[in-house]
């Protein structure tokens, strides 16, 4: 059982080869790579805080200044109103 697995494995490292010999099949597989990457990144950052904080999360993930603003702006409407 152990010399099929080799076999296979060998198989695998020769095919694997011969795909990203070509340039074209390189950029396919890092683009994919990227992208999976930064999908992982994402779901890594909303999952951070508590299930009631996602909205809280996304502002984060959008970049920090935007959480300021949206403050910012619930402090003038509160201004306004009062």
């Not at 080799?6 to 020769?14: D, E, N, Q």
């Not at 920090?64 to 603003?69: C, E, I, N, P």
């Given at each position: 059982?152990?010399?099929?697995?080799?076999?296979?494995?060998?198989?695998?490292?020769?095919?694997?080869?011969?795909?990203?010999?070509?340039?074209?099949?390189?950029?396919?597989?890092?683009?994919?790579?990227?992208?999976?990457?930064?999908?992982l990144n994402t779901?890594?950052?909303?999952?951070?805080?508590?299930?009631?904080?996602?909205?809280?999360?996304?502002?984060?993930?959008?970049?920090?200044?935007?959480?300021?603003?949206?403050?910012?702006?619930?402090?003038?409407?509160?201004?306004?109103?009062?």
């Open positions: 059982m152990g010399s099929i697995s080799k076999v296979i494995g060998a198989a695998g490292a020769v095919a694997g080869t011969v795909y990203l010999s070509k340039t074209e099949n390189r950029k396919k597989v890092k683009a994919q790579l990227n992208k999976a990457v930064k999908k779901s890594y950052v909303k999952n951070l805080g508590k299930p009631s904080d996602i909205d809280d999360s996304e502002m984060i993930n959008e970049g920090a200044m935007t959480s300021v603003h949206y403050y910012n702006e619930l402090q003038q409407k509160s201004k306004m109103n009062s």
